[in-house]
């Protein structure tokens, strides 16, 4: 047979349930029409109904969301003839259907072949079906009365899909996706040994799986029956008695939780199969009960069972838009001799310099080497529970880094094995897993109850990391991503940053240029509210070398000092003023606001304050900005505040400045309307300008 023959009698064998009579069957056909699913959810992901031909009958069939771009791209069209490498032969409600997993194209486009007909109805698909059911935990979605198959989507006996199903539910993989098999590694320890790496493309020789039932040869059968295994990818919520075999990749404590209909249980474990499918299983109470201490990391499982859901959006974590949740008449079977072709993880790792274009809260994968990491500190929630907070700087070979802050337990066991290695002198690999992006103080990405920490992972991003690092990674300076948006003084003004409902973070290079040094500090209560942080809030002295704190109420002997900058920047396009707390002033200054208070007040040397001064004023600096409008007697005004400040290392903003010239030469300007055109020559005019301004200040 050619490649572009049809196999005969594929659909026979597709519509009467018996696709693994030939156990790997992998059935050329001819796609006879190709119709967009209409449904009245504008957001819902587009879906695919397909018409298969083998030239003599037809067949129906639901593409799954991951070959969609096969139809945007028109390489999936009608007459096109195409391979099934990988589908499942589904019942929805009471019609059979063909949900496509995988697909080769092999002719992109052709006349149709034979004149195929609607294949006719199996009045024994019934008897069938009813002796399929009556062996518990048998999957039901095989044919269960016969029905005729239309041959047109036109038909009005075609079988309807619900609109919020989705066949083939996860998302489509990134080119950037990683599965490595990790046999004697766990996240939850500091060093992850890893074996070599396979997905389902690279393996030469895959174990032969099928997604396809035996079929029963009388009804009398009553025999043991071996569960018909699916893809994660192909699972929906209208599917029942479906098996998945899947490796337990991530398992979650189990929490309690108390809300308006009582107290509860809940636990939830991430699941990666043969195909590179990921989904999230939750369990609650009962369940949570019965599979929390059943369940090993690391290990596969036979699950069978459970409900199908729409996921919720900000609890989900995984590249799949269903989420599993088990019951007390869940099966969870483990598998007893490991499946060494289901990886133990799974990344999509992202280069750090994508992770300034997304959105808030999304959750990404990335890998880098840690430069720096500070000391872990507690500090207080908002609903009065205390937790610990450490950040580390993450560094990859885009020339961009990253602030990663960790929460809860991941300062301790993680976070004193990279505060080690770094005292050490080394400076290690880390790779990320379910990292959370916030937009706070700038983006920055941050860990969740989800994440998973790899530290000194084998595999290749990481070899190919540490040989970067090793050579010119180490002596090459990164530009923080968590710095925001690059402005000149006059946009803040021009582009009226901050007079919108949330404040604009940006960054500014500028010279500083002014500061009133009347009064540069305040004094402030030192007390410790709740053994977590200082009250800070505005002493007054009481004339007798005492101090009174409204807020506290009390009478202090000691009073703290804490900066209040009123200062003016400048860059080579105007001048604006900005205020500098405690924290950035003291980055400005190099001094602590008690110590400077004491040697202009206390010591009176002037000479001293002078030359401090000094050293600070006209010096350039790379100020991080939280420009926001406030209300001041009645009058808005925007004000910026100084978050951040750091002194200009001119190799590194040079190397930024060449970077961001090099992306607009890239830019195909002739292309582009003329609005977006003169925004990018202005942006493209500024950046000279400050590459010649800081070339300037460099000689």
């Known amino acids: 047979m050619s490649e572009t023959d049809l196999t005969k009698d594929a659909i026979a064998i597709l519509s009467g349930g018996d696709a693994a009579a030939e156990s790997d069957i992998r059935p050329v056909l001819q796609v006879a029409d190709i ?7 504008q957001t819902t992901t587009e879906r695919y109904r397909i018409l298969l031909s083998d030239g003599s009958f037809t067949q129906q069939g639901m593409l799954a969301t ?3 771009d096969l139809v945007r791209s028109e390489k999936l069209q009608k007459g096109s003839i195409v391979k099934l490498t990988q589908f499942v032969c589904n019942l929805i409600q009471n019609r059979m259907i063909v949900i496509i997993v995988n697909l080769d194209v092999l002719v992109e486009k052709c006349d149709p072949i034979g004149e195929p007909k609607p294949y006719p109805t199996k009045n024994d698909w019934s008897t069938s079906s009813t002796a399929r059911q009556a062996t ?3 999957p039901v979605n095989q044919p269960a009365s016969g029905g005729r198959i239309p041959s047109s989507f036109d038909d009005g006996s075609a079988p309807h899909v619900p609109p919020s199903s989705s066949h083939g539910s996860s998302f489509p993989s990134s080119k950037n996706s ?7 590694a766990s996240p939850k320890y500091p060093k992850t040994e890893y074996g070599s790496g396979v997905l389902r493309a690279h393996v030469k020789n895959p174990p032969k799986l099928s997604y396809h039932q035996p079929p029963h040869q009388t009804v009398a059968n009553r025999g043991p029956i071996a569960p018909r295994i699916i893809p994660i990818a192909a699972l929906n919520p209208f599917q029942g008695g479906w098996t998945i075999k899947a490796r337990v990749t991530s398992k979650g404590d189990l929490r309690r939780y108390t809300n308006t209909k009582g107290d509860g249980k809940v636990f939830s474990f991430d699941l990666l199969d043969f195909d590179g499918g990921e989904i999230k299983a939750t369990c609650f109470n009962v369940a949570a009960d019965k599979f929390h201490p059943q369940i090993e990391l690391g290990r596969v499982y036979m699950i069978s069972n459970g409900s199908v859901q729409r996921a919720k959006e900000n609890f989900n974590h995984l590249p799949n838009e269903h989420e599993i949740f088990l019951n007390s008449f869940s099966t969870m079977q483990p598998c007893f001799e490991d ?6 993880q799974q990344f999509h790792f992202l280069p750090i310099s994508d992770v300034e274009k997304l959105a808030r809260d999304s959750n990404v994968d990335i890998i880098g080497v840690v430069s720096s990491i500070s000391p872990s500190s507690s500090i207080l929630r908002k609903n009065g529970t205390e937790t610990q907070k450490r950040t580390l700087q993450l560094k990859d070979m885009s020339g961009r880094s990253v602030e990663l802050t960790l929460w809860s337990n991941f300062c301790n066991a993680e976070g004193q094995t990279l505060e080690k290695m770094l005292d050490s002198g080394l400076f290690p690999v880390l790779a ?6 916030n937009d706070f103080n700038g983006k920055s ?11 000194e992972p084998d595999f290749p991003e990481a070899q190919r ?11 090459t300076p990164a530009i923080p991503i968590s710095w925001g948006m690059s402005k000149t003084v006059s946009q803040i003004k021009d582009e009226k940053l901050g007079t919108l409902d949330k404040p604009d973070w940006i960054t500014v290079s500028a010279t500083l240029t002014y500061i009133k040094m009347d009064n540069f500090c305040y004094t402030a209560c030192p007390i410790m509210i709740g053994d977590h942080r200082p009250c800070n809030k505005k002493v007054t002295d009481n004339g007798n070398g005492k101090w009174r704190c409204e807020k506290c109420d009390v009478i202090l002997d000691k009073c703290d000092y804490r900066y209040i900058l009123q200062m003016q920047i400048q860059d080579h396009t105007g001048t604006t003023w900005v205020t500098a707390f405690q924290e950035s002033g003291e980055e400005i200054m190099g001094i602590s606001a008690k110590d400077l208070c004491t040697l202009k007040h206390d010591e009176q040397d002037d000479v001293k304050f002078a030359e401090r001064l000094r050293s600070v004023l006209f010096t350039k600096f790379l100020f991080k900005l939280k420009v926001k409008e406030e209300i001041f007697n009645d009058e808005a005004c925007v004000k910026s505040t100084v978050v951040k400040a750091e002194k200009v290392n001119f190799q590194t903003q040079s190397r930024y400045l060449l970077d961001s010239m090099a992306k607009f030469k890239d830019e195909d300007l002739g292309t582009l309307p003329p609005p977006k055109s003169e925004i990018l020559f202005q942006h493209l005019g500024r950046t000279l300008g400050n590459l010649q301004h800081q070339i300037a200040q460099a000689l």
């Open 432 to 437: 990320v897993k379910s990292g959370r992006v």
């Open 35 to 41: 119709r967009l699913v209409e449904t009245q959810n």
């Open 465 to 475: 990391l540490k040989t970067w690092f090793d050579g010119e990674g180490k002596c």
């Open 136 to 138: 518990p935990g048998q």
């Open 445 to 455: 990405v941050g860990t969740t109850f989800n994440s998973q920490f790899f530290i």
């Open 66 to 68: 991951q070959q969609n």
């Open 339 to 344: 499946d060494k072709f289901i990886p133990h």
């Open 178 to 184: 990683r599965s490595y098999n990790t046999a004697n």
